[in-house]
Structure formats: C-alpha cells, structure tokens
C-alpha cells in the first residue's frame, strides 16, 4: 500500500465534524479516537457520532478504541468502520475479537501503549491486519512524541517480515513534520497525525507534506 497519512479529528473542531472532515481531502483514512473515560481520562465520542461521520466522509473510517471491554463493543464499530483498532491491554480475547472484526468485513488492529511489549504477541500477527505502536500515552492529542518507542516500531516489522505478513504498522501520538521520518525509517508505514494537521493553516497541504516526508524517509 506504500504510505498513508490518517489524520486524527480529536483536535478538529468537533461542533463541525463533517466540514472538518471535508478539508483533509489528501487523506487516506479518517483517524477516530474512541475515549470512555476508564482505560483513558477522557471522554470523546461514540457510535452514534461515527455512524453520521461515516455518511459524510469520502474516506473510510480508522477507529482506536481507547476503551475498557471492546471484546463487546468493537464488533458493532466494525459495521460502519473500515479499520478497527482495540488495545492489547484491555482486551480479553483479542484473538477472537480480531476474528470478529474480520468477519464483519472491517481490518483489525491492535494497539500497544508505550509500556507494552510487542513480543508477546508475536503470534497474533497473521490475525492482524494492522499493529498501532502508540508514541504517547493514550488520552489526549498535542503530546510530545516519546522517540522511547522507536525500537518497539523497528522491532514489530522485523517480526512480520519473519512471519511474511503484510501487517500494516501505525504511529499515533506527536507525529508531526519533525518526527514523522524517524518513524518511517523505523518501518512504519500509516501516520496518524491531529494537531499537525489541524493546527496548520492548510490541513490538506500539511497531509501531503507529511506524506512527502516519510516517503522519502522510507524509500
Ligand atoms: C491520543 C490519540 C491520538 C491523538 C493524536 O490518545 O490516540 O490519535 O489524537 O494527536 P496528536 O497527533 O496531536 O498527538
Ligand atoms: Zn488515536
């Protein structure tokens, strides 16, 4: 798939979602940060609210659920998403929760807090359509960029390139113009990027930009 840039609306304006949305045109995903206020200290939105994105947007939907139990709740978010994203840490079974994802027709994912060691869940990869190596701690957009996570990035795309699967690898958290190289040339290759982007005055331009950067980067 090469490189995708998918920009996080958390630190959009969330009283205008769908205009919001309609200014990032470059995108490859819609990134949506899924918060309830017990995995996370903060409390952001639900199903209700991505179902009507989902009907104005012209990108699929990427959700990251930052929330307790998603063995319940993330099989309904994989109806009207394109990718779903739960945490190793919360989840019970996530075998059989990526099993449900897929069969609902979306790509799971797993992501991993900064703490959380890939090798464990080695085996799980050919299960995965996507591994998100947070590079904050989950809860908030405009946190600086914690380069303690680079070998985790590196680590995890020697582990599917032993395993010969085509996982995608995410970075959520601080990546920006500045640290969006140092990712892709640790093997990273799908960028979640909010406050850059929403805080440029430009929000396609800055997709396009951080698109050239880990492009170059990675070639
Ligand atoms: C943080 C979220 C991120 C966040 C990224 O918990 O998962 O997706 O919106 O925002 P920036 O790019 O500002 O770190
Ligand atoms: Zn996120």
């Known amino acids: 798939m090469g490189?995708?840039?998918?920009?996080?609306?958390l630190n959009a304006d969330l009283s205008r979602l769908a205009d919001e949305v309609a200014r990032i045109p470059s995108a490859d995903w819609v990134h949506v940060?899924?918060?309830?206020?017990?995995?996370?200290?903060?409390?952001?939105?639900?199903?209700p609210v991505i179902e009507a994105l989902g009907k104005h947007a012209s990108q699929p939907l990427d959700a990251h659920l930052m929330i307790e139990d998603p063995d319940r709740w993330a099989p309904a978010y994989a109806e009207v998403c394109g990718s779903v994203t739960f945490h190793a840490e919360a989840a019970k079974a996530p075998v059989r929760?990526?099993?449900?994802?897929?069969?609902?027709?979306?790509?799971?994912?797993?992501?991993?807090?900064?703490?959380t060691p890939i090798e464990p869940y080695e085996a799980l990869l050919p299960e995965l359509d996507?591994?998100?190596?947070?590079?904050?701690?989950?809860?908030?957009?405009?946190?600086k960029f914690l380069d303690l996570c680079l070998p985790k990035i590196r680590t995890a795309r020697e582990l599917m390139r032993k395993h010969g699967v085509e996982t995608w690898l995410q970075v959520d958290g601080g990546v920006s113009l500045e640290t969006i190289e140092r990712?892709?040339?640790?093997?990273?290759?799908?960028?979640?990027?909010?406050?850059?982007?929403?805080?440029?005055?430009?929000?396609?331009?800055?997709?396009?930009a951080l698109r050239e950067r880990a492009e170059a980067a990675s070639a």
């Open 130 to 143: 996507m591994v998100l190596i947070m590079t904050v701690e989950p809860g908030f957009g405009g946190q």
């Open 97 to 115: 929760l990526a099993r449900e994802i897929r069969a609902q027709g979306a790509r799971a994912s797993m992501a991993l807090k900064p703490a």
């Open 33 to 47: 940060d899924v918060m309830d206020n017990h995995f996370v200290p903060n409390l952001t939105l639900g199903l």
């Open 183 to 208: 990712c892709a040339e640790a093997g990273a290759d799908v960028f979640v990027a909010g406050s850059a982007v929403y805080s440029a005055d430009d929000p396609d331009a800055m997709v396009e």
């Open 3 to 9: 490189i995708q840039i998918t920009p996080s609306i």
